[in-house]
């Protein structure tokens, strides 16, 4: 299993990126896939959920980035996607794709003018 992260950088506030996780190894859409985020100084948290295929592709979001960002799947890319919307510079973290006890490496996102 492998899961690698990109689409990350350096975005002023009110705009906006996407985050893409390519996935290995597995098949993502028989897989409830998550993101997740890490500010500085503080916890991981849980960002955004999406069920698998057989579960409706139901999609989760913590309160802070609901009406915001979007979780996707791709099922021919075998990828996930974190669409990210009205960005904010309490949204700077560095995000991380996850599948159960699998996790990326992380891709940067700095909200700042």
């Known amino acids: 299993v492998q899961l690698v992260e990109s689409g990350g950088g350096l975005v002023q506030p009110g705009g906006s990126l996407r985050l893409s996780c390519a996935a290995s190894?597995?098949?993502?859409?028989?897989?409830?896939m998550r993101w997740y985020r890490q500010a500085p100084g503080k916890e991981r948290e849980l960002v955004a959920t999406?069920?698998?295929?057989?579960?409706?592709?139901?999609?989760s979001y913590v309160e802070s980035v609901k009406g915001r960002f979007t979780i996707s799947r791709d099922n021919a890319k075998n990828t996930v996607y974190l669409l990210m919307n009205s960005l904010k510079p309490e949204d700077t973290a560095v995000y991380y794709c996850?599948?159960?006890?699998?996790w990326g490496q992380g891709t940067q996102v700095t909200v700042s003018s």
């Open positions: 996850n599948r159960g006890l699998f």
């Open positions: 190894g597995f098949i993502v859409s028989t897989y409830v």
């Open positions: 999406m069920n698998s295929k057989s579960a409706g592709d139901m999609t």
